[in-house]
């Protein structure tokens, strides 16, 4: 079946730096991906949603400037946390839509900011 | 805009015994309405689905039935078992082509032996 994998699955990083998240579709083209948060014990939030080729769509009160994605090509998604800081640590999930009403989510990445 | 509303948990319960979990929607048109599952340390699973009025997703067990008139799609189990024990997330697509998943704000689930 689909496959979304997604890396790192864990990172800690200091305060002020940047930090990649990397999705990528493994056996089917994701044209769209969708990155949530989520924070402990809590439901999962949209954050924005990507479209290969063009800029991606952010939600209501999520900034763009912080949260910079890329949807180069149909199997790479990215999200940079940009001058991460403690608030933005938290469980990011990307999801692909992958046919027949289905979405794929990839694994999760836990972010630290210390 | 597209909502969905479930019981707050942590909904505990003893092995074998009912459960419903109850999820309300509020969207236009007819959306399609999801159960993932988040067993502890695990990403999210797709438990069941339902994609037009009246259907029932079904799965493992567990049974939802789409009901547009009460915008309900509460998630049953006749008899849980202690590896049941989840985090259960109703979702919702909405009948426009953007394809977002809207989530509900989850429930614990806790059986006991």
């Known amino acids: 079946g689909a496959v979304v994998s997604q890396h790192p699955s864990w990172v800690i990083c200091k305060s002020g730096t940047s930090v990649k998240i990397e999705c990528r579709s493994l056996?089917?083209?994701?044209?769209?991906m969708f990155w949530y948060r989520q924070f402990p014990k809590q439901s999962l939030m949209l954050m924005a949603t990507?479209?290969?080729?063009?800029?991606?769509?952010?939600e209501q009160g999520v900034e763009k400037d912080k949260f910079l994605i890329n949807h180069a090509s149909l199997t790479l998604s990215t999200l940079t946390v940009t001058s991460a800081h403690p608030e933005d640590s938290s469980f990011y999930i990307c999801?692909?839509?992958?046919?027949?009403?289905?979405?794929?989510f990839g694994s999760g990445t836990r972010l630290t900011v210390v | 805009g597209n909502s969905v509303t479930q019981m707050e948990g942590p909904v505990t319960l003893s092995e074998e015994a009912f459960l419903t979990i109850n999820c309300t929607y509020t969207?236009?048109?007819?959306?399609?309405l999801f159960w993932y599952v988040q067993y502890p340390g695990e990403g999210l699973q797709l438990l069941l689905k339902?994609?037009?009025?009246?259907d029932k997703g079904s799965n493992k067990g567990f049974e939802a039935t789409y009901r547009k008139e009460t915008t309900s799609f509460h998630l049953e189990k006749g008899s849980v078992q202690v590896s049941d024990s989840a985090v259960y997330f109703c979702?919702?697509?909405?009948?426009?082509?953007?394809?977002?998943?809207?989530f509900g704000s989850g429930t614990r689930l806790l059986v006991r032996p």
């Open positions: 999801s692909a839509p992958s046919g027949g009403h289905g979405y794929t």
């Open positions: 056996d089917f083209q994701a044209t769209t």
């Open positions: 990507s479209n290969e080729g063009s800029k991606a769509t952010y």
């Open positions: 969207a236009t048109g007819y959306p399609s």
């Open positions: 339902a994609t037009k009025a009246d």
């Open positions: 979702a919702l697509r909405g009948a426009d082509s953007s394809y977002k998943l809207i």
